[in-house]
Each structure stands twice: as structure tokens, then as C-alpha cells.
């Protein structure tokens, strides 16, 4: 249950989808496309991480 060091993360992804995803108090990151090209975040929450959240 949950994410343990990193909530979401891309790296390198054209038309990417995040949707209904909760990242709470990870270690690392919560929500992180990286070097991406177009996508979206819906409906999508993060919290408490120590970079993007």
C-alpha cells in the first residue's frame, strides 16, 4: 500500500497520464515526469515529499 521512496516518476515519456493518484510523505519524489514531453496531471494530489509534493 502506497509508495515507499518515489510516488510517481517518468523519465523520457511523450503523452503521459497521471490520474487519481494520491503520494503522501515519500521519501524521494511524489509526482515527477522528468525530460517528458506533453502530458497531464487530473484529479491527482502530493503531499510531503522531499521534491515535488
Known amino acids: 500500500m502506497g509508495f515507499d ?19 503522501h510523505d515519500n521519501e524521494g519524489y511524489g509526482l515527477y515526469p522528468s525530460h517528458c514531453g506533453p502530458g497531464r496531471v487530473l484529479r491527482s494530489v502530493a503531499t510531503g515529499a522531499n521534491d515535488t509534493g
Open 5 to 23: 521512496e518515489n510516488g510517481v516518476f517518468f523519465f523520457c515519456v511523450d503523452h503521459w497520464l497521471i490520474d487519481s493518484v494520491e503520494a
